[in-house]
């Protein structure tokens, strides 16, 4: 497989699909603001923006089959969404509530938040794949931070060996928060660690939908002939790490060139145009369908909120002695202070 950077023919653009993408990508950019928003009023306790990972994101997950599992971190929100994962679910896991409220069926298993444990996890689930001798295959998101984990390295190396059907999909932002990607490796790209393991490996301008697109179509192809594949999306966050980061302490942009900086909507948006497949009037209406989208998703997780009291339930079938002596602080504490859940605080 081979890297992907540079523009293509737009006689062989699937106009459908481009347009299926600029509208997940507008999507996934309304969320992404509105949820950033909502952490600075107080509605969330933290929030990972991704803006300027949306074509990356959206392009990787478009590509999957209905039935691949999705194996995210607590940043793939665009793949989610495009994955089917509803708005509402992905907000109620930001207030500290179960990712599943709404008992969907998309196959995805919850977001690892700690760095690296979810690579394993995507290679048991290939494992298992393999043993039931089904089709399903499997992509697993992680940022450039993660290669730098033992997770990895034994994730990818099991995968090898056993032939398992995944994707190890990693974008490449150039920084794990504060430490750029020459104090991660030695290696000349990430891709390359993919050469360890006997496994396959692509690189692709992480900021065009249409070329992730046709990178992870193919590399999942050959992860279900049993050939695992290391993807490498070279894209650029726009924002902080999380909201309680400040990249411009330490972030040099100059670094990067301007294929990998500029805003993939705003390229995307502008390609298309030029091609004559979407004009002004669609985006407008791309956005305002994914603002009503929102709203809804807001409310919803807002009304589906449950007492301060279930955190204890679906825990223990027989709760402990600990959790008993936390479940009666925690009602001295509401006795004390009333319940923080009501009227929507």
């Not at 299926?20 to 509605?43: P, T």
Request: proline residues 6%.
């Amino acid at each position: 497989m081979h890297r992907v950077i540079g523009e293509r023919s737009a006689d062989r653009i699937d106009a459908d699909l481009a347009r299926d993408l600029l509208s997940e990508m507008v999507r996934a950019r309304v969320f992404d603001e509105r949820a950033f928003a909502l952490q600075r009023q107080g509605w969330m306790s933290g929030y990972p923006p991704f803006r300027g990972q949306e074509a990356s994101q959206v392009g990787a997950a478009a590509a999957m089959a209905d039935d691949d599992w999705l194996v995210p971190t607590y940043r793939s929100n665009a793949m989610q969404l495009t994955r089917g994962v509803p708005m509402a679910d992905i907000l109620r896991f930001r207030r500290g509530f179960p990712e599943y409220g709404s008992n969907h069926d998309v196959p995805v298993l919850p977001q690892a938040v700690p760095i690296a444990s979810q690579i394993p996890h995507a290679t048991g689930l290939g494992m298992a794949a393999n043993y039931r001798d089904t089709d399903e295959a499997v992509i697993c998101y992680f940022g450039d931070g993660v290669t730098s984990e033992g997770d990895f390295h034994e994730g990818l190396n099991f995968a090898g060996v056993f032939e398992t059907p995944v994707v190890f999909f990693c974008e490449n932002n150039g920084w794990a928060i504060s430490t750029p990607e020459g104090r991660q490796t030695k290696s000349e790209t990430i891709a390359a660690k993919a050469d360890a393991y006997g496994i396959e490996k692509a690189r692709v301008d992480g900021n065009d939908p249409l070329a992730v697109y046709e990178i992870v179509a193919k590399s999942m192809e050959f992860a279900r002939e049993g050939s695992p594949v290391l993807v490498e999306s070279l894209t650029y966050r726009q924002g902080p790490h999380t909201t309680s980061d400040d990249p411009e302490r330490y972030e040099e942009r100059a670094e990067f060139p301007d294929w990998r900086t500029r805003d993939p909507l705003d390229r995307f948006e502008e390609y298309l145009r030029e091609a004559d497949i979407i004009d002004a009037v669609f985006v407008e209406s791309a956005r305002e369908t994914a603002e009503t989208a929102f709203d809804a998703a807001r409310r919803a997780a807002e009304d589906a909120e449950r007492a301060p009291e279930a955190l204890f339930e679906s825990v223990y079938e027989e709760r402990p002695p600990m959790l008993e002596r936390q479940h009666a602080e925690l009602t001295a504490w509401i006795e004390k202070h009333g319940d923080p859940y009501e009227n929507g605080e």
